[in-house]
T-cell receptor
């Protein structure tokens, strides 16, 4: 019974490249959430997805960031034309219901470093 | 403007004693509160939660207290153990927020043997 799986664990990109972060939710979970943690900060909500639907993307930067959760396969967080300020730990969480009603389980995170 | 505040960046406690971690919030629409524990290089792990209709929830060594009038909650760990050393995050969810948890910046707890 695997937990939330994120890959890669560490990702290094040069400025201007694209970063693709993957998240496979726990078995039976159809809700996925992406959070970002900057150094010395708490986690900041980015986006909430259900299968094939974006439910809430109020925390996503307006440009360069996108997320999807296709019918088959993992959820993908894509960052185009990365900049140094995108360097952070990106965490994915999954739950079987809306997070207000059950406690989401987090993955180990992807640490993105932009050089 | 931070809606969830953990004003103590760090806390040091002796093994066997009580650890009290505090959290304040400003949004009166918050109706569900959670505590997460995080070790370095790992994701947060859910510890305990409390609904706004309650003022206390207990699970083993962990108890969360909620004071709605003061917009304050606290996590008590007793007795504290060295394995409890981690960063603790307070998080809150608002009515109808649909999955958007608001996190505090965390408190680093060190439990000394």
């Amino acid at each position: 019974n695997a937990g939330v799986m994120q890959n890669p664990r560490h990702l290094v990109r040069r400025r201007g490249q694209e970063a693709r972060l993957r998240c496979s939710p726990m078995k039976g979970h159809s809700h996925v959430y992406w959070y970002r943690q900057l150094p010395e900060e708490g986690l900041k909500f980015m986006v909430y997805l259900q299968k094939e639907n974006i439910i809430d993307e109020s925390g996503m930067p307006k440009e360069r960031f996108s997320a999807e959760f296709p019918k088959e396969g993992p959820s993908i967080l894509r960052i185009q034309q990365v900049v140094r300020g995108d360097s952070a730990a990106y965490f994915c969480a999954s739950s079987p219901l809306g997070q207000g009603f059950s406690e989401a389980f987090f993955g180990q995170g992807t640490r993105l470093t932009v050089v | 403007d931070q809606q969830v505040k953990q004003n103590s960046p760090s806390l040091s406690v002796q093994e066997g004693r009580i650890s009290i971690l505090n959290c304040d919030y400003t949004n009166s629409m918050f109706d569900y509160f959670l505590w997460y524990k995080k070790y370095p290089a790992e994701g947060p792990t859910f510890l305990i939660s409390i609904s706004s209709i309650k003022d206390k929830n207990e699970d083993g060594r962990f108890t969360v207290f909620l004071n709605k009038s003061a917009k304050h909650l606290s996590l008590h760990i007793v007795p504290s153990q060295p394995g409890d050393s981690a960063v603790y995050f307070c998080a809150a969810s608002a009515i109808g927020s649909q999955g958007n948890l608001i996190f505090g910046k965390g408190t680093k707890l060190s439990v000394k043997p």
